[in-house]
């Protein structure tokens, strides 16, 4: 860690021209707020990996009947790599916000906005396991398959579990995501458009809540459906990982759960749990095919009170 590092970022970009964000200051602070960790890795653990990432697609393609192909890019990234690979996604999020402009003292506001979104990515650094990306609001169709490889040693270690197995079973959970957006080639344009029209709505002053709770239902079901898949297509022993990750996800000492709280990991415990209820019960109820409907049609996606009341999807959809 060196944080002079990053407290030089963030004075130099009272200076710098442009928006409200100087995103080279994000990264170059957030890197300074966070070890990069250990990418040193034997020939072994590399083609071990590939096996995992393999294993997945094979695995779920079995169990959702989903043919998917794996992304055009699978990295095994350090903290660092990840922050580099995140920061553009952020700013093509966060533009209508930017093209604000800096208001009566641009120079201030300019740092204060760079550094909390640096702090924002430096704990996200140390958190992020894996992750899909299908580059959202981006140009072209390119997707990312990312795992940080030092987060998943270090949460092994702390739950106790063996790393091999740990990173196979996080291969499966980022692998079943790609399989989500295979199957629905809607849900990409479905989540830029939600995004797109809540942050438009914040950058005028205003709170789409309709854009954000449809967001927040369509990404409860993804995390659902992911959490669902990956336990039913893994092909070892799951229920020991999934309790100790699940304790995890609620837990922390204060300023992490704080942290957490502010950026949001309440909400996607929420998404994850209320997702995977959801899924379970159309699974248990039918089958694995019937839940796999929700990818065919936009129209198909569970309501925000159907997530609650699965019987009533299966009504509508099945």
Known sequence: MDLTRSIRAIADAADAPGGIIDW????????????????RMEPAERKAIAADVRAARDGLREASGVQFDLPDTVEVQSRHHWI????????????????????????????VNS????????????????????LLLADGDDHGLYFVRPNIQRVAVELDVGYPRFRRWIAFHEVAHAAEFSAAP?????????????????????????????????????????????????????????RKLDERRGGGDPL???????????????????????????AD????????????????????AELDEPGLWLSRVA
């Open 24 to 39: 080279e200051a994000v990264a170059e602070a957030a890197k300074g707020g966070v070890e990069p960790g250990d990418l």
């Open 84 to 111: 580099d690979a995140n920061v553009s996604t952020f700013e093509r999020v966060l533009r209508p916000l930017e093209e604000q402009g800096g208001g009566v003292f641009p120079g201030i506001a300019r740092s």
């Open 285 to 304: 109820e039918r089958d694995l095919a019937t839940a796999s409907l929700v990818w065919e049609d936009r129209d198909n996606l569970p309501t925000d």
């Open 115 to 134: 550094g909390t979104m640096a702090v924002t990515l430096a704990f996200l650094a140390r958190n992020v396991l894996g992750q899909y990306d299908p």
């Open 186 to 242: 809607w849900l990409s344009s479905y989540l830029e458009a939600r995004m797109e029209e809540g942050v438009d709505a914040l950058s005028e002053g205003t709170l789409d809540r309709e854009a954000f709770g449809e967001l927040n239902t369509a990404m409860t079901a993804v995390e659902g459906y992911a959490e669902l898949l990956m336990d039913r297509a893994f092909d070892e022993e799951y229920a020991d990982l999934r």
């Open 256 to 282: 992490t759960r704080l942290l957490k709280r502010i950026l949001g990991f309440e909400m996607k415990r929420e998404q994850y749990e209320r997702g995977a209820a959801f899924f379970e019960a159309v």
